[in-house]
C-alpha cells in the first residue's frame, strides 16, 4: 500500500472510521454499500478491520525501551573524559550502585574499575567519613574474595571509588543461564562465605549482598564488591524521593521491576538497624538462588517480596533438588531463619560448614585450584550430619568397629600380643589403634603442597583431582578394580554391611554380596579384575572369600585367618597378605597361589614392629620384593621397608619417618610408593603421601582438612581410592547423665578425643587438637575459662586427674618413647614417671599417690603402677592386660585383658596387688570405654548401636547391665563423672567416613 | 560533563520562539532537551540501579520542570516540550535500535561488557525500526495520525496529554490512534 496516495488514504480512512463506529455484526452491510463497486477500497478496509482487531499490537509502549536507550547511553557518554584524577577508558556498566568505568589513573597509568557516586549519595559528611573508614577496613583486609578498593577521591561534586578491574561475569549473568550445579554453587558460596567473615570480623557489613554485588573471575576466583556501600545510600533513598515530584509515581507502580528487595533481610524490611546476620540471611537467599534458580521470596511487586520474606518459608530445596544431601537443606535453613537470633551467628560459622558440606560432597576440582581457593580452612562442624560407626577403610576388622578403649585407648601405641580371635586380637587391637588414629582428625587447612624438589619424573601428581564417590558417611571400605572402572566399597553400620559395586562412570551402585550380619574387611580386586576378594568374620575366623565381580556365590579360599588385604604377585599367581601368630608373639608374611592353596612363610615379625600399624603388603611390579611398613628404631617411628621374595631379607627404603603408615601400594612403574600415613604432628590426621624408589624421597600427595584413610589403585596407577574418615567431638556437659539435658561445652572439633576428666572442683581437662597438634585444655562446665594447660606433648593422651587435685597424668611422646608424664593442676612443673618403650593409659589411685598404666614391650602388654613422686615401678600382671582403673574404694583394679579361653579381650576386674581377673564381663573393651562409677559398684561401658553411642552400666554383683544414657545420635569416644557423680562429660560427635577417588595421578 | 549549558529562561524563550513557529529554535532546544534527557537518565539510573524502572514521562516531566522557568510559563509550552520530548525519544531509541540492528547483521562488533543487559533484544530493535519506517509512511499520507503515534507510542504521552500538543479532542486522539494502529499492522504484518 505504499503507493496509496492521501487522498485515497483519506477516503479508505472515513470508510474505516465510520465502520468501526458501527457493531460488528452491521459492518458488512455498511461496507457493502459504502464500497459498492470499488473492490478495492472494500479488500483495504477489510484488511484494516482485521488488523484493528490484534490487540496486542503497540500495546509495550516504546517509551520504556526509549528509557532504557537513554540509560545505557548516559553510560557511554563518559567515555574520553577525565575526572579527578582519571580517564574513563569505557563503560564497564551498572555495578551495584551507581555506573561503573574503566579507567586510567593517570599518574600510575593503572587500570582501575571507577565507580562514581553522585553528590547526592555523599552529601553527608558523616556518613560518607564513616564508609572511608570502612572502606579503609576493608582494603587492609586484603582478602581474596574481596574487592580491593586503590582509592576514594572527590572531583567537584562526583565522589570515586576506583578499585581492582575484575574480570568475568556478575553472579546475576551467571544466573541468568540457570541454577549453578551443586559443586559449583558450594565452591562460590564459600568464597562469598569467606569474604563475609573475613569483614565480619573487620566489623564492616556489606548491608546489599546480591548477585549483582558478586563477581565471578573466569579462573574460578569470587570476588564480593562494594562492602559497607549500600551504608550511603540507605537514608540518601528517602531524601529522593520527597525531592522528585516524579519519584513516588515511579515507587508505587505496581509493574515495576523488583531490584535489592529480593535480597533484603526482615530486619531491613521493616526497616531495623542490620548487622553482620543480615548479611548471611541476604547471602541465604543468594545460595538459594544459585542451587535452585529460584527466589526463595517471590512476589509481583515489591511489597509482595517483602512480605514473603516477613511471613513465608521458602520451598524446600528439595522440591528443586530431589538429591540435595540434608546438611545442604540445614545450611540453607539456617540462613534464612526469619529471627537473626537463630541464624547462623557469625559468617566464619557458616564458612566452616560449607566447607564440611563441600567435602562431603560430590566435587570435581582440579588440586592445585581447589587448594588455593580453600586454603585457611580452620575447623569442621557436623550440621546434621550422619552418624554411624567409625571404621577406615584398610582397618576394620568388625570387632573394632566402635572404639578404642581405655586399655588401647593411645592410638598408635597400641600393642597387643594376641590374635583376636583364636589366640588372640592382635589385628583387632591393631585395627582399633587406627580406628582412633583415623578417627581423630583436625581441619589445618586444605592446600595441596606445590610440587617440590623432586624431579618431574618422579612427581607424577600435579594434576591430581579429587572426587567424593559417595556421600552417605558410612561407607567404609573400598577398592578399585585394575582397569579404573569400577570401585567396590563397603556400605552401612556394624552387622549391616553388605559389599557394593559402583560403576563409575555412571555412578551406579549393585550390591554383590548382600548383608548377614558379619562384616567385612579387606577388599581387594584380583589382578585381571574379575573377583573380589575380601575377609569376613565367621565365628571369629576372618577366612579370605572371593566372589565374581558382578556377584555370584562366594568362595571360601582361605579357611584360616588372613588379617590383611592380600597382594597379588605381577603375572596375578600368588598373593602375599599376613597373619598374626598371637601364641608366638609373631607376624607372619606369607605367600599363597591365587587360589588360596600353598601358603609358604616369608618373613617373621614381632607384634610391637607392627603397632599402630597395618602390615600391609604390596608386592612389587618387577615381583621380587614386597613393601611393608613397620616400626624401626627406638623412637617407634615408622618406614617402609622392601622384604626379598627369594630370601625375606629387608631393606629400608626410605629415611622419612612417620608415626604411622596405614597403607601403601607400588606404582605400576615401580618409581615410587603411594602411601596413606599419619601426619607428624600427631593431630591422628592421615594423608596420602608418595614415596620415590629408589632415592627414598617423600611428598605429599594431599595435604588437606581431611583424613585420608586406606588405599587401592588401578593397575596403570593413574587413580586411587581411599576413604575419608571424619570424626569431630565436642564436649557435652549431661546432668545426672540426662541426655536430654545434654548441653554442648566446647565447639573446637577434636575437644576430648584422647581424653576427658574432672577436677576435684568440678572443672574439665581435656585433650584439644584446635591448634594443629595435640594439647591439654581445661574448662568449667559451663564452657567458661577455657585455658592451656600444656602444647608441647607430643601425641599426648589419656589425661587422668589426681584425686587430690594436684596433678594431671597422662602418655606423651614429648621426650622420645611414649612414657607417662605428671604436671601441675594448673600445667607447670612437668615430669616424667616412667622410662619404658611404651607406656600408656595412666590413672591414679584414690589415694593420689600410685599411677596404674599399661607398659607395652616387645611383645609383651602389662599392667604396671609407679608411685606419683616418681621412682620404682612394679608390674602387676603377667598377662596380656591393660587399661587399669582403680576402684573408688582402692581395692580392686578393672581392666582389659585377654581372655585366652574365649580367644578375645573382655573387662576383668582384679586385686589392687595384681594377679588373676577375680570378676570377668561379656563386654568387649575394643568396642567400649569403660570406667567405675561413682559410688564403685559397677563398672560403666559405651555400646555403640546403629551409629549412635550410649552408655551402660554392669553391675559387679553380676546382674544384668543397664543402660544409662539415651541419646539419639552421635557417637560417645570419651567420657567421665564428675567427683560427686551428678554431672557426666562427654566427648561426643558424629562420625563419617566416605570413598574418595583420586585420579589423575599420573 | 561537556554540556550545553542553559538557563531556564533561556529554554523558556527558545520554547515560546518554537511555538511561535521559529524553525531555528527547535536545533537549538533538540540538543538542549536532549542533554537533559541524558542527565536525568543517569541520575534515574544511579537510584534505579537499571533502567526498567524508568517512565519517560515521569523523565520528561522532570526534564520540563528543570529546563523551564515556570512563571514564564505558557501552558502550551509544556505540550510543545513534550513535543519535543517525544521525537527526542524516538530519535534516540531509533537510532540506538538501528545500530543494533546492524551489528546484529554482522555491520560491527558489538561490545557485550559488565552488567550490561542490552536495552533492546534483538528482536525488539528490529520491530521498532521496521515500526519506525512504517510510521514515516503513515506521516506521508496522514501527518496527524503519526504524530499522535509518536507521542503516544514513543513519547509516552496520556490521551489527555496528547490531544493537548495536537490542539484535538481526545476522543479524536483514540480514533487516529486505533485506525493508525492498524493501519501500522497492516503494514508490518501484511
Known amino acids: ?1002 | 560533563m561537556t554540556a550545553p549549558e542553559s538557563s531556564p529562561h533561556e529554554m523558556t524563550q527558545l520554547l515560546a520562539a518554537w511555538s511561535d513557529g521559529d524553525r531555528e529554535a527547535l536545533d537549538k532546544l533538540l540538543p538542549l532537551v536532549e542533554h537533559e534527557l541524558h542527565r536525568l537518565a543517569h541520575r534515574y539510573m544511579n537510584h534505579e540501579r537499571d533502567g526498567h524502572t524508568l517512565q519517560t514521562t515521569a523523565l520528561v516531566n522532570e526534564a520540563y520542570l528543570r529546563l523551564i522557568d515556570q512563571r514564564e510559563m505558557r501552558w502550551q509550552n509544556r505540550a510543545h516540550f513534550f513535543a519535543i520530548a517525544a521525537q527526542m525519544m524516538r530519535r534516540i531509541l531509533i537510532d540506538h535500535a538501528r545500530k543494533q540492528a546492524y551489528a546484529k547483521r554482522g555491520g560491527g562488533a558489538r561490545k557485550v561488557s559488565l552488567d550490561e543487559v542490552d536495552a533492546l533484544t534483538d528482536e525488539r530493535a528490529q520491530e521498532l525500526v521496521a515500526l519506525d519506517e512504517a510510521l514515516a509512511g503513515l506521516a506521508r499520507i496522514d501527518e496527524r495520525k503519526s504524530r499522535v503515534v509518536e507521542l503516544r507510542f514513543f513519547g509516552g504521552m496520556s490521551v489527555e496529554e496528547t490531544a493537548e500538543v495536537l490542539k484535538i479532542s481526545t476522543d479524536t486522539v483514540t480514533r487516529d490512534w486505533h485506525r493508525a494502529r492498524a493501519w501500522l499492522h497492516r503494514e508490518l504484518k501484511g
Not at chain 1, 554383590?512 to 573380589?532: E, K, P, Q
Open chain 1, 1 to 1002: 500500500m505504499a503507493d496509496m496516495n492521501r487522498e485515497r488514504w483519506q477516503e479508505v480512512d472515513s470508510i474505516f472510521e465510520a465502520a468501526l463506529a458501527r457493531p460488528a455484526s452491521e459492518r458488512d452491510a455498511f461496507l457493502d454499500e459504502a464500497c459498492a463497486g470499488d473492490p478495492d477500497l472494500r479488500a483495504e478496509v477489510d484488511s484494516l478491520i482485521a488488523s484493528e482487531a490484534t490487540e496486542d499490537f503497540m500495546n509495550d509502549p516504546a517509551f520504556t525501551d526509549a528509557a532504557r536507550v537513554l540509560v545505557q547511553n548516559a553510560r557511554h557518554s563518559l567515555t574520553g573524559q577525565t575526572i579527578g584524577s582519571y580517564q574513563i577508558l569505557e563503560s564497564l556498566g551498572a555495578g551495584g550502585m551507581g555506573e561503573v568505568y574503566l579507567a586510567l589513573h593517570l599518574r600510575t597509568n593503572r587500570k582501575v574499575a571507577l565507580k562514581l557516586l553522585p553528590a547526592a549519595f555523599m552529601n553527608d559528611g558523616q556518613r560518607v567519613r564513616r564508609f572511608q573508614q570502612e572502606a579503609r577496613t576493608v582494603l587492609a583486609l586484603n582478602h581474596p574474595n574481596i574487592v580491593t578498593v586503590y582509592d576514594i577521591e572527590q572531583a567537584g561534586d562526583t565522589h570515586l571509588i576506583a578499585t581492582e578491574v575484575i574480570e568475568g561475569e556478575t553472579l546475576r549473568q551467571r544466573l541468568s543461564r540457570g541454577a549453578l550445579d551443586l559443586a559449583e554453587a558450594l565452591d562460590v558460596a564459600i568464597q562469598i562465605a569467606g569474604a563475609l567473615a573475613a569483614a565480619h570480623e573487620a566489623g564492616v557489613v556489606h548491608r546489599d549482598i546480591k548477585p549483582e554485588n558478586v563477581m565471578l573471575r573466569p579462573d574460578g576466583f569470587v570476588k564480593v564488591l562494594d562492602f559497607g556501600l549500600a551504608k550511603l545510600t540507605e537514608r540518601e533513598q528517602r531524601e529522593t524521593s520527597s525531592e522528585l515530584p516524579t519519584r513516588a509515581l515511579v515507587r508505587t507502580d505496581a509493574g515495576m521491576v523488583i531490584g535489592t528487595a529480593n535480597y533484603m533481610s526482615p530486619e531491613q524490611a521493616r526497616g531495623q538497624e542490620v548487622d553482620a546476620r543480615t548479611d548471611t540471611f541476604s547471602f541465604g537467599i543468594m545460595f538459594y538462588e544459585m542451587l535452585t534458580g529460584n527466589m526463595p521470596f517471590s512476589g509481583g511487586t515489591k511489597s509482595d517480596v517483602m512480605a514473603a520474606i516477613l511471613q513465608n518459608e521458602p520451598p524446600p530445596l528439595a522440591r528443586f533438588l530431589p538429591k540435595a544431601p540434608e546438611a545442604l537443606e540445614w545450611i540453607v535453613t539456617k540462613t534464612l531463619a526469619k529471627n537473626r537470633d537463630e541464624r547462623y551467628q557469625t559468617a566464619k560459622e557458616l564458612l566452616t560448614d560449607l566447607k564440611r558440606l563441600k567435602r562431603r560432597s560430590d566435587y570435581q576440582v582440579e588440586a592445585a585450584r581447589f587448594g588455593s581457593t580453600t586454603s585457611g580452612d580452620s575447623g569442621f562442624v557436623a550440621p546434621g550430619s550422619d552418624t554411624a560407626t567409625n571404621r577406615t577403610a584398610a582397618a576394620d576388622p568388625p570387632a573394632a568397629t566402635a572404639e578404642a578403649t581405655r586399655t588401647l585407648s593411645s592410638a598408635e601405641y597400641v600393642i597387643s600380643e594376641i590374635k583376636r580371635h583364636k589366640r588372640g586380637v592382635m589385628f583387632t587391637v591393631a585395627g582399633i589403634a587406627f580406628l582412633v588414629i583415623a578417627a581423630i582428625g583436625i581441619v589445618i587447612g586444605i592446600r595441596y603442597l606445590r610440587p617440590t624438589s623432586l624431579s618431574q619424573a618422579t612427581n607424577p601428581f600435579r594434576q591430581t583431582k579429587v572426587a567424593k564417590l559417595t556421600t552417605t558417611g558410612n561407607a567404609s571400605q573400598a577398592a578399585i578394580s585394575p582397569d579404573g572402572k569400577y570401585v567396590v566399597h563397603v556400605t552401612g553400620g556394624a552387622g549391616k554391611q553388605s559389599l557394593l559395586l559402583r560403576h563409575i562412570a555412571t555412578g551406579s551402585d549393585k550390591e554383590i554380596v548382600a548383608a548377614n550380619g558379619n562384616d567385612f574387611s579387606w577388599l581387594t580386586f584380583s589382578r585381571d579384575g574379575s573377583y573380589v576378594l575380601y575377609s569376613r568374620v565367621e565365628a571369629g575366623i576372618y577366612p579370605l572369600f572371593q566372589v565374581p565381580v558382578l556377584g555370584g556365590t562366594p568362595q571360601k579360599l582361605i579357611a584360616d585367618d588372613v588379617d590383611t588385604r592380600v597382594s597379588f604377585s605381577p603375572d596375578g599367581k600368588r598373593f602375599a597378605f599376613m597373619r598374626g601368630e598371637p601364641q608366638k608373639g609373631e607376624t607372619s608374611l606369607i605367600l599363597a597361589n591365587a587360589d588360596g592353596t600353598h601358603e609358604q612363610v616369608l618373613s617373621k615379625y614381632k607384634v610391637s614392629d607392627f603397632s599402630g600399624n597395618w602390615p600391609f603388603p604390596s608386592w612389587a611390579p618387577d615381583g621380587q620384593t614386597i613393601a611393608v611398613a613397620h616400626r624401626t628404631g627406638n623412637d617407634r617411628s615408622t618406614n617402609v621397608v622392601t622384604v626379598r621374595v627369594a630370601d625375606g631379607q629387608e631393606k629400608q627404603i626410605t629415611s622419612q619417618q612417620w608415626p604411622n603408615i596405614l597403607a601403601l601400594s607400588w606404582l605400576a612403574d615401580a618409581q615410587g610408593l603411594v602411601i596413606t600415613a599419619g601426619e607428624p604432628e600427631a593431630t591422628y590426621q592421615h594423608q596420602i603421601w608418595f614415596v620415590s624408589y629408589p632415592s627414598g624421597e617423600a611428598r605429599k600427595i594431599t595435604s588437606d582438612a581431611n583424613n585420608y584413610v586406606g588405599l587401592s589403585l588401578t593397575e596403570d596407577s593413574s587413580s586411587l581410592v581411599t576413604v575419608q574418615a571424619e570424626q569431630a567431638p565436642n564436649l557435652w556437659l549431661a546432668p545426672n547423665g540426662d541426655a536430654a539435658r545434654a548441653k554442648q561445652i566446647t565447639s573446637s572439633r577434636g575437644d576430648g578425643l584422647a581424653g576427658v576428666a574432672f577436677t576435684p572442683d568440678g572443672r574439665i581437662v581435656y585433650t584439644s587438637v584446635a591448634h594443629g597438634s595435640r594439647e591439654l585444655w581445661v574448662v568449667n562446665t559451663d564452657g567458661s575459662g577455657q585455658k592451656q594447660l600444656m602444647s608441647d606433648a607430643k601425641a599426648m593422651a589419656g589425661p587422668f586427674v589426681s584425686p587430690d587435685g594436684r596433678y594431671v597424668v597422662f602418655s606423651s611422646a614429648r621426650a622420645g618413647a611414649p612414657n607417662i608424664w605428671r604436671i601441675n593442676i594448673d600445667g607447670s612443673n612437668p615430669k616424667q614417671l616412667t622410662t619404658g618403650t611404651h607406656d600408656q593409659t595412666p590413672s591414679i589411685s584414690p589415694d593420689s599417690r600410685w599411677v596404674f598404666y599399661t607398659a607395652t614391650e616387645s611383645d609383651k602388654q602389662r599392667l604396671r603402677k609407679v608411685p606419683i613422686d616418681g621412682g620404682e615401678s612394679e608390674q602387676l600382671t603377667d598377662y596380656s592386660s591393660g587399661g587399669a582403673l582403680v576402684s573408688p574404694d582402692g581395692k580392686q583394679i578393672a581392666c582389659a585383658y585377654i581372655d585366652i579361653a574365649k580367644k578375645r579381650w573382655s573387662i576383668g576386674v582384679i586385686s589392687i596387688e595384681g594377679g588373676p581377673p577375680i570378676k570377668t564381663f561379656e563386654i568387649s573393651p575394643l568396642q567400649a570405654r569403660f570406667q567405675w562409677s561413682y559410688d564403685g559398684r559397677a563398672v560403666l561401658y559405651t555400646v555403640t548401636r546403629d551409629g549412635v553411642t550410649n552408655i551402660w552400666s554392669q553391675p559387679i554383683d553380676g546382674s544384668p547391665p543397664k543402660q544409662v544414657t539415651d541419646f539419639k545420635s552421635d557417637q560417645i569416644f570419651r567420657f567421665d563423672w564428675s567427683h560427686d557423680g551428678k554431672r557426666l562429660v562427654l566427648a561426643r560427635g558424629p562420625v563419617s567416613s566416605d570413598v574418595v577417588l583420586i585420579s589423575n595421578l599420573r
